[in-house]
């Protein structure tokens, strides 16, 4: 089953973003082929990070909204909010 992960980093924790990547995207590697599409949103001027967009599959609600706690992103007090959510590929080719 595929999730939607959507995280809104906290104002003014840009340096905290940058810190803390190596350890995020290890994560995100680690998570193998079940790992989709991942990357940050950005402020209006298209390069500024203000927040991730993470598409994976995983077998429940419960376990994906697990496994997101487990960001490194989140345990360094990044986000200001994370929200988890099953999601189906309808169009595209993106995946």
Known sequence: M???AHCL???DHLQVRLDNRPDHLEF???KGD???IAGPTTLADGETP???LIIFEDNSLDAAKAWIS???YGDA???QRVEV???KHAIGNGL
């Open 70 to 72: 487990k960001d490194p």
């Open 34 to 36: 079940a790992l989709k």
């Open 28 to 30: 995100l590697k680690a």
């Open 2 to 4: 595929l999730f939607i």
């Open 85 to 87: 959510q099953p999601w």
């Open 9 to 11: 980093d906290k104002d």
């Open 50 to 52: 203000n927040g991730s």
């Open 77 to 79: 007090g990044l986000f």
